[in-house]
């Protein structure tokens, strides 16, 4: 716990103009971020007496070991800049809304030659019009489902579209007239487009030209006896009534406006916008977030309209915000949400008539999701705190482990040995900040040395990421037995190369339960061991970098002698302020370094539970990485040998004479003979399958049958219990993969 009065500004040098501020903790980790009209006089409130403070700022301002500022010219700059840091950085004290659900939207992708209607999920996409968001995603589908009476625009995927423009017959929707069959040229483009255009002005609220444009239509239908005509048209205006009809009118003065209300107590609060376009409610969301700092209603307003209209531009933003507390002041604000309309935007609290009434009624919704967010998260985070706390008492700890990182090793009888790095925080899973290793210090089972190789490893990368950020001195790295730019005695290389995909995505990783889309995601491209990003931190800017925040409390996956080696390893590299200690499967003690007898939680232990999930998630993590690479190894063959020969003539090759064994006996002209291999290339294939030594047949170990004459067709393997595939003759892998 920092002392703020140890990194305050000396008086007079914290200038008295418009800017932002940042604090940062001992890791250089953005934790907070605000702005100020003055900031000499914002900042001077932080420093007074701790007695003074709330006790959430007393707790940033004594987390925090280093504040910085940068002076704007204008309110409004500061609060730009303001929200642009809070994105960047994501600090831990800031107030950060979080939807309690992912809303539905209905989009029309005019970006594309033929417009197309769906519901879409997740971030905006640019030349995309939106409207929502929807309750439901049924919701959507009903009201589309209506209008495509009227404005028969496409709805069908890519794949679907490309097939019926191919094979030149529509879908069933072109038949029954619910498309305009742009597929196969029933429409023009332009045309459709116009279409799109129509259904995009009526979902906007711009429903009256229409309705009254098919009232005439009908009308001049039934003068001239076109009686079919005419009810096909009254059955069109039914449709967009009854469409009308799903959003009741509220404002009759068709008011485009979003009324925004907040209910909140003493640790949360609960948001809930409503949008009004036309007078009509077109969307409806709400928005949940913990009050880490001392915050007023007219500031969680303000940080909502930061929020809500940060990405959005021209018409998202609507004329009218209708807030509870306006934000102190309300002039910077105003001014910014009229940059982003490009027009004027009124920004004020409602005091009388249709829209004070709406306001209620927004306000008692907000007040209901709040009320059900407590009923819901009250025994999970009771119970994450309790066990948080029994952890801490169990192992003599000076205060609760609020990140936790797990390792565990797996191997399948000393093959393919990978460990895995699994964090929580606050007892939640952090899988993005999950790490796999490959170990390459050595060859063959041995998990205590496989362990100390891992540790060092990862926790070399910490101290390697303090001594250039300079939280490290130089003669702490001197004394220490390992220098950044050393390798401990087999810890392998300090870089290991097994690459990413392009999106830096670790195979069945999981849902991220951060993160929007499932799986584990990086930013930018990296490796799946010591190189690859490991929590949100990089360079002196608090942005991401490379294995720089620590945990409380280490877990390995074992007993005595893995928790020996790892605390081995963290002595050997000069830490001493990280906890360690094991969780053994057998009777799940805990062991401690240099304790002979374990911990022993009781079984009802929420700490033991917490343990246990950290233990099984690790364990998971690392079996699926080996399993992985057990597979890609067990598909090999002895044509991946062969230089520059490629998939596409590997398998012409195979196709050819049927399995390895038969192109082996083969001569280099019968080689030849495959299209697209040439008389070199038969010479390479047959020198690599001459020196390549023949494997054991495949067996069937359910029936003991040697599958000799379907040699390399699949892979030389068999599958063990559970379908994963495992060397002919090898024992089953139940009790030696791990």
């Known amino acids: 716990m920092a002392d703020p009065s140890s990194y305050r500004p000396k008086p007079g040098q914290i200038p008295d103009s418009p800017g932002v501020y940042r604090f940062r903790d001992e890791h250089r980790r953005v934790i907070y971020v605000g702005k100020a009209k003055s900031l000499r006089q914002r900042l ?39 929200y642009s840091w809070i994105k960047e950085y994501d600090p831990r004290f800031n107030v950060k809304y979080r939807d309690d659900k992912s809303y539905p939207y209905l989009a029309v992708t005019m970006n594309e030659e033929f417009p197309r209607v769906q519901v879409m999920r997740g971030h905006k996409k640019k030349g995309v019009r939106y409207f929502g968001p929807y309750g439901h995603a049924w919701a959507i589908r009903d009201t589309v489902d209506l209008l495509l009476r009227v404005f ?92 009308m009809e799903k959003s009741a009118v509220v404002l009759a003065d068709a ?43 007219a500031a969680l307003v303000e940080h909502a309209l930061q929020q809500l209209y940060g990405e959005e531009t021209g018409d998202a933003v609507p004329k009218e915000v209708l807030v509870p507390a306006l934000p102190e002041p309300v002039e910077p604000v105003q001014e910014w949400l009229t940059g982003r309309r490009g027009s004027n935007v009124s920004l004020r609290i409602p005091q009388r008539g249709d829209k004070k009434a709406l306001m209620e009624t927004v306000q008692r919704n907000a007040q209901q999701a709040l009320a059900l967010h407590k009923t819901k998260r009250a025994s999970d985070l009771t119970t994450r705190s309790r066990a948080l706390e029994e952890i801490a008492e169990a192992l003599d700890l000076d205060g609760a482990p609020l990140r936790i990182e797990c390792y565990d090793i797996s191997h399948l009888q000393g093959d393919d040995v990978v460990a895995s790095m699994v964090v929580f ?45 300079g939280e490290w001195s130089a003669e702490e790295a001197t004394d ?39 799986g584990v995601h990086h930013t930018g491209t990296g490796t799946d061991d010591d190189d690859a990003p490991v929590n949100g931190f990089k360079d002196d800017d608090g942005r991401p970098r490379k294995f720089a925040y620590p945990p409380q409390l280490v877990v390995v996956d074992g007993g005595q002698p893995q928790v020996a080696a790892a605390k081995r390893a963290l002595d050997e590299l000069g830490i001493d302020d990280i906890a360690v200690c094991g969780l ?55 044509l991946d040998d062969v230089p520059g020969l490629g998939e596409t003539r590997k398998q012409a090759l195979i196709k050819h004479f049927g399995s390895v064994k038969k ?64 060397p002919a003759g090898a024992p089953d892998d139940r009790g030696q993969e791990r």
């Open 44 to 82: 001077a409130n932080y420093f007074q007496d701790l007695a003074g403070l709330h006790p959430r700022t007393r707790t940033m301002v004594t987390t925090a070991a280093s504040v910085e500022w940068t002076v704007v010219s204008t309110e409004v700059e500061a609060l730009q800049l303001e």
């Open 663 to 726: 192109l082996r006996s083969a001569t280099i002209e019968q080689i030849q003979e495959v299209p697209g291999i040439g008389r070199k290339t038969a010479e390479t294939i047959a020198a690599a399958l001459a020196q390549a030594a023949p494997a054991a047949p495949a067996v069937n170990t359910a029936t003991g049958e040697i599958m000799d004459d379907r040699e390399d067709e699949a892979p030389e393997t068999t599958a063990d219990a559970s379908g994963e595939p495992v």
């Open 152 to 243: 028969p625009v496409r709805t069908c995927s890519a794949g679907v579209f490309k097939n019926a423009t191919r094979t030149g017959r529509p879908c069933l929707l072109g038949y029954i007239g619910k498309c305009s069959a742009p597929c196969v040229d029933r429409i023009s483009p332009e045309d459709h487009r116009d279409l799109a255009e129509e259904f995009c002005d009526f979902m906007a609220g711009r429903t009256g030209t229409y309705l009254r444009r098919l009232e005439r239509q009908m009308t001049e239908a039934a003068e001239e006896m076109e009686y079919e005509r005419a009810a096909r048209l009254r059955d069109d205006i039914g449709a967009l009534r009854k469409a």
């Open 425 to 469: 925080e606050d007892g939640l899973q952090r899988k993005n900040e999950y790490r796999r290793f490959q170990i390459k210090g050595f060859a063959g089972q041995d998990d205590v040395r496989s362990m100390h190789e891992v540790i060092t490893r990862r926790f070399r990368r910490y101290l390697a990421e303090k001594e250039r950020t």
């Open 584 to 638: 053994a499967k057998r009777l799940e003690e805990v062991w401690l370094p240099e304790d002979d007898d374990p911990v022993v939680l009781p079984r009802s232990s929420e700490g033991l539970y917490l343990l246990q999930r950290v233990r099984d998630e690790a364990h998971r993590f690392a079996i699926t990485y080996q399993r992985a690479k057990r597979a890609k190894r067990f598909r090999s063959g002895p």
């Open 480 to 518: 220490s037995p390992l220098t950044t730019t050393g390798t401990p005695p087999d810890a392998g290389p300090l870089s290991d190369t097994d690459p990413l995909t392009a999106t830096g995505t670790l195979p069945d990783a999981g849902d991220a339960s951060h993160a929007g889309t499932g």
């Open 255 to 297: 008011t485009d406006a979003d009324l925004i209300a907040v209910a909140e107590d003493e640790l949360e609060a609960a948001l809930q916008i409503f949008h009004v376009r036309g007078g009509r409610v077109r969307g409806q969301r709400g928005w949940v977030t913990d009050k880490v700092e001392d915050v007023t209603t």
